[in-house]
C-alpha cells in the first residue's frame, strides 16, 4: 500500500510538472504576438518613414510625411493589435466562418452569400475616389507588412487564437476593408426581422391589437394598413421558435440594432462661448470592442478619435476645426417582398410584366471536418432570395411563393467608404455634409459641430415609395406589384436635417425625427421613446453647458421609464392592507413596494430596485401576452415601454390585454400587476436569496465583454471574458440593455462601447473611452486596462499635441521604407 502511494504521488507530481511545462510553452508561444511598441521595421511599400507613438493607454499616434503613408500606419497598427478580429470580420462578409468553426456558423455563411456581400464590395471599388482607392490600397499594404513581420520574425502567428484555428492568412485587400463596412451596416438595420415579426403579430392577433404591441413613435396611430393575411392567399399561420443566433451573425437581433446617444450645443449655450459635443454609439458588448482609438496626423492637420479595425478611417472623432458623432436613424431602407413562382416552373417568378427566371449562381461553402454545403442563390428584380428558414421567413410566406429583399446596402455603387473618409477630413460643417451625400448605408444621424456651429444631419439613401404601396414597407409585400416597387431614392438634399436651431441644441437619441408622412417617413419604427425624454430635461435644465454637464448627462443613470411607468402599475398596490406575517409572499411584495415607493428611478448598482423594477416589468409583460400570442410571445422578450404604458392607461381599449384569455375570471390589470410582482420577487428570491437587502443591481447586471468565438469554452473563457457589475439598464442614458432571456436575462449586453466629450472653448481637454483595451491579445496589459475606467464612467485624454504624445509615451516605433534593388 505505501508503495502504490508512493508511485501515485510520484505520478500526480509528474503530471503537475508537464502541465506547468505545457502551460509555460502555451504562454510563451502565445505572448510572442503581443507586439514591442518600441521596435522599429523596414517594410515595402513606404514612400518615407512612419513614426507610430504609442501613448501610455496604447493609443497609436501616426505621424508621416504624407498622407497615403498615414492610411499604411493605421493598417500596420489595427493588425498589430487587432488581427483576429479583422480576420472574424473578414471570414464573416465573406461567408467562410464555418471552414474554422465548423457547422456551428453554417447558417451565418449561407445567410451571408445568399446577400453576396463580398462580391458586391469587390465590384464597388471602381465607385470609389482617388483619394479612398489610395488610402483602401494603403491601408491594406500595412495590414499585409505586418504580416510579413509576424511571419518573418515567428511573432507567434500574430494572434494567440491562430494557434487552435487556421493559420493561414490571405493578405488583406481594398474588397476586405468595403466588406467590414457592409457588415456594419448589417448589424446595425433592423428592418428586416421587423418586417417580419409585424407580420407574425398580424397573423396572430390582427392589425388592431399589433397597433397595441408594436405602437408607433411616439404613440400615434399606426397608419392604415391591410392585414397581412389579405395579401396572399391561405398565408401560414404556424410559427416556430426562433434560435439563438450565434454572436458572430451580422444580423443582430431585432432588438439589439445599433443604438447611440449624440448632441451639440453652440456657442449661445455653452459657457465658455464655444461649440460643445458629446457621442456614445451602441453596440454589442464584446472583448476586445469593436472600437479602437487612433489618431492620424495628416498633412492638413490631426484627426483623432474611434476607428473600427478593418476600415481605414476615424469613425468618430475630431479634428482642429470638426467634430462628430453618430446615431442610429432607424431609417427603413428595407423591404421584403413576397414573391410568386410560376406554378408551371419553379425556375420562374411572377413580375409585373408577367414571369421571369431567377438569376442563379451556384456556390459551396467549405466547412471544418465535414463535406462542403452546396447552396443555390437566386436574384429576383427585388433582390436576393432569402430561404424560407432564415428568421423564420417560412411562417410567413404562402405556399407557392419565395421571399426577396431590397436593401441600400446591397448596391454596387456603394460608396459609404468614401463618405467616411471625406467627413474625416472635412474643415466644416458645410464641408462634412458634403461629404456625407454620398453615403448609402446603413442610415445614421449624423451629429457635427465646429469653432463655431452645430448641426444634425440625416445620412443614408432613402428610398422613394410609391404612395399606393400595399403596405407603406412596414410588413412584406407582393413583389409582382408595380406600386410596391422602389422609385428610385429621394435626393440627398431632403433627407432630413437641422443646422444652428434657435435653440441652440441638436439631439438624438435614436427617437422620432420627422413628422413627415410616407413616403417621406424616414421610418415607422424609431429605436427611442425614452431616453429622450431624460435627456430633453438635462438639457433644458441649465441655460449654458459645459463639458462636465455633457459628461453628466452621458453618465446619466437615471430611467425616465420606471419614473413612469412604477406610479402606473403600482398605483393600487402602494400601501395597501396591514403589514403582513414575516416569510410569507405578501411580506416580500409589501417590502419591496415600499423600496420602489420611495425610489428616484436610479439604475443604481448597489441597491436592489433596478434589480427588482427590470424583473417585475419583464415578468408583467410576458403575462400579458403569452395567452394572446403563444409560442410568439417568446419573440417579444424585451420591455415594451410604450405598450405597458398604452394597456395601464387603456389607450383605444388596451387594457383588454391583463384578462387571460384561459381564465374564467375576467383578470384587471391590477391583478396582473400583482401577480407579476410575485412572481419576480419569487424568481430573484431563488436567485439571490430571500433577503432583498442583500440584492445589489450590479450582481445581475454584470456587462459581458465576451469573447466572440472563446468566450464559451470552458478554461479559456477566464481569460478572455471580461465581466463588471454596471448602473444604468435598458432606457437610461448610460445605455446598458440587458439581454432579457436565457439564463442572464439581466445581464448588460448591449451598451456605449466608446464616448467621446468635445470642447472647442479647449479641444486638448476633449475626452474618450472605449469599453474594453486597445489590445485583442488577452495576455497583453492593454486588453483589459481600459474597462475599469470605463465602468466608472471614466475617460482618458488624448491629443492632438504631437510633443504631448510623445511626453508620456508606451513606446515608439517607426517604419522605415526597404531600399529598391
Not at 23 to 45: E, L, W
Amino acid at each position: 500500500m505505501a508503495v502504490t502511494f508512493k508511485w501515485l504521488t510520484r505520478l500526480f507530481l509528474l503530471l503537475c510538472v508537464l502541465g506547468l511545462g505545457a502551460m509555460a510553452i502555451a504562454y510563451y508561444f502565445a505572448s510572442r504576438s503581443i507586439p514591442d511598441f518600441n521596435q522599429n521595421y523596414t517594410v515595402d511599400g513606404l514612400s518615407g518613414p512612419i513614426e507610430i507613438v504609442r501613448d501610455n493607454h496604447s493609443v497609436p499616434h501616426i505621424f508621416a510625411q504624407n498622407d497615403p503613408d498615414v492610411y499604411y500606419g493605421l493598417g500596420f497598427s489595427h493588425a498589430q493589435d487587432r488581427l483576429w478580429q479583422m480576420l472574424i470580420l473578414r471570414r464573416t462578409a465573406q461567408g467562410r466562418l464555418s471552414e474554422i468553426l465548423g457547422e456551428q456558423t453554417l447558417s451565418v455563411d449561407e445567410f451571408v452569400r445568399r446577400l453576396d456581400i463580398y462580391n458586391l464590395s469587390s465590384a464597388s471599388f471602381q465607385y470609389q475616389t482617388d483619394e479612398t482607392k489610395t488610402a483602401l490600397k494603403s491601408y491594406s499594404d500595412g495590414v499585409n507588412a505586418w504580416l510579413k513581420v509576424v511571419q518573418s520574425d515567428a511573432l507567434g502567428r500574430g494572434a494567440p487564437e491562430l494557434f487552435l484555428f487556421s493559420p493561414q492568412i490571405a493578405p488583406w485587400t481594398p474588397t476586405d476593408s468595403l466588406a467590414v463596412m457592409r457588415v456594419m451596416a448589417l448589424q446595425i438595420s433592423n428592418n428586416l426581422q421587423d418586417e417580419i415579426l409585424r407580420a407574425k403579430a398580424a397573423l396572430t392577433v390582427g392589425n388592431e391589437r399589433m397597433r397595441d404591441l408594436m405602437p408607433d413613435s411616439p404613440n400615434d396611430a399606426v397608419m392604415a394598413l391591410p392585414e397581412y393575411a389579405s395579401l396572399f392567399e391561405n398565408p401560414p399561420r404556424s410559427f416556430s421558435p426562433q434560435p439563438t443566433q450565434h454572436a458572430l451573425h451580422p444580423i443582430k437581433p431585432r432588438e439589439f440594432a445599433g443604438a447611440s446617444n449624440a448632441w451639440a450645443a453652440d456657442g449661445s449655450r455653452a459657457a465658455r462661448k464655444a461649440p460643445l459635443l458629446a457621442t456614445d454609439p451602441h453596440l454589442g458588448l464584446s472583448a476586445p470592442s469593436i472600437w479602437m482609438l487612433a489618431r492620424m496626423e495628416f498633412s492638413d492637420g490631426g484627426v483623432i478619435g474611434a476607428t473600427i479595425p478593418g476600415l481605414p478611417f476615424i469613425v468618430s472623432g475630431r479634428s482642429d476645426d470638426l467634430a462628430w458623432g453618430l446615431t442610429t436613424t432607424y431609417l427603413d431602407d428595407l423591404d421584403v417582398y413576397v414573391e410568386k413562382l410560376n406554378p408551371a416552373n419553379s425556375d420562374e417568378y411572377l413580375t409585373p410584366n408577367g414571369y421571369k427566371p431567377f438569376i442563379k449562381k451556384r456556390v459551396i461553402v467549405d466547412i471544418k471536418d465535414q463535406l462542403g454545403k452546396t447552396i443555390d442563390m437566386r436574384w429576383t428584380e427585388n433582390g436576393p432570395v432569402i430561404p424560407s428558414d432564415s428568421f423564420d421567413l417560412g411562417a410567413i410566406t404562402p405556399i407557392g411563393h419565395v421571399t426577396s429583399i431590397n436593401w441600400t446596402a446591397l448596391r454596387e455603387q456603394d460608396q459609404s467608404v468614401s463618405a467616411g473618409i471625406r467627413l474625416m477630413r472635412s474643415k466644416s460643417i458645410a464641408a462634412a455634409r458634403n461629404a456625407v451625400s454620398m453615403h448609402h448605408a446603413p442610415g445614421q444621424n449624423l451629429i457635427l459641430a465646429d469653432k463655431n456651429s452645430v448641426a444634425l444631419q440625416v445620412v443614408g439613401h432613402m428610398p422613394k415609395r410609391d404612395p399606393n404601396h400595399a403596405s407603406l414597407g412596414r410588413i412584406p409585400s407582393q413583389g409582382w406589384l408595380i406600386q410596391n416597387r422602389w422609385l428610385g431614392d429621394f435626393p440627398f438634399s431632403e433627407n432630413p436635417n437641422s443646422v444652428n436651431p434657435a435653440s441652440g441644441v441638436v439631439a438624438n437619441t435614436n427617437n422620432k425625427i420627422t413628422d413627415e408622412k410616407f413616403p417621406k417617413h424616414v421610418g415607422h419604427n424609431w429605436g427611442d421613446t425614452q431616453r429622450i425624454k431624460r435627456l430633453t430635461k438635462l438639457l433644458n435644465a441649465r441655460k449654458v453647458h459645459t463639458r462636465d454637464s455633457f459628461m453628466e448627462a452621458q453618465l446619466d443613470p437615471v430611467s425616465y421609464t420606471a419614473r413612469s411607468l412604477l406610479t402606473l402599475i403600482g398605483r393600487e398596490l402602494w400601501f395597501k392592507g396591514e403589514p403582513a406575517a414575516s416569510g410569507t409572499v405578501e411580506r416580500q411584495r409589501q417590502i419591496a413596494l415600499e423600496l420602489l415607493s420611495s425610489w428616484n428611478g436610479e439604475m443604481d448598482q448597489h441597491v436592489p430596485e433596478p434589480l427588482i423594477y427590470t424583473a417585475w416589468l419583464r415578468n408583467l409583460q410576458q403575462r400579458l401576452i403569452a395567452d394572446d400570442l403563444g409560442p410568439l410571445s417568446k419573440e417579444f422578450y424585451k420591455v415594451q415601454p410604450v405598450f405597458i404604458e398604452r394597456v395601464f392607461r387603456d389607450i383605444d381599449g388596451a387594457s383588454k390585454w391583463c384578462d387571460i384569455l384561459p381564465s374564467s375570471e375576467i383578470e384587471t390589470c391590477v391583478d396582473i400587476a400583482r401577480i407579476a410582482l410575485d412572481a419576480a420577487l419569487l424568481e430573484l428570491s431563488e436567485q439571490y436569496g430571500s433577503s432583498i437587502d442583500s440584492w445589489r443591481w450590479g450582481q445581475a447586471h454584470q456587462a459581458k465583454h465576451d469573447h466572440q468565438v472563446l468566450g464559451n469554452i470552458p478554461l479559456l473563457s477566464w481569460f478572455v471574458n471580461i465581466r463588471q457589475d454596471t448602473p444604468g439598464g435598458d432606457n437610461t442614458l448610460l445605455r446598458a440593455r440587458t439581454a432579457g432571456k436565457g439564463a442572464e436575462p439581466y445581464a448588460n449586453v448591449h451598451a456605449a462601447g466608446f464616448r467621446a466629450l468635445v470642447d472647442f472653448a479647449d479641444p486638448e481637454s476633449s475626452l474618450y473611452i472605449i469599453s474594453t483595451g486597445q489590445s485583442g491579445h488577452f495576455l497583453s496589459r492593454h486588453y483589459d486596462d481600459l474597462a475599469q475606467l470605463w465602468r466608472r464612467g471614466e475617460y482618458i485624454p488624448m491629443t492632438l499635441d504631437p510633443e504631448l504624445a510623445r511626453s508620456g509615451s508606451d513606446g515608439v516605433m517607426v517604419l522605415s521604407p526597404r531600399a529598391q534593388p
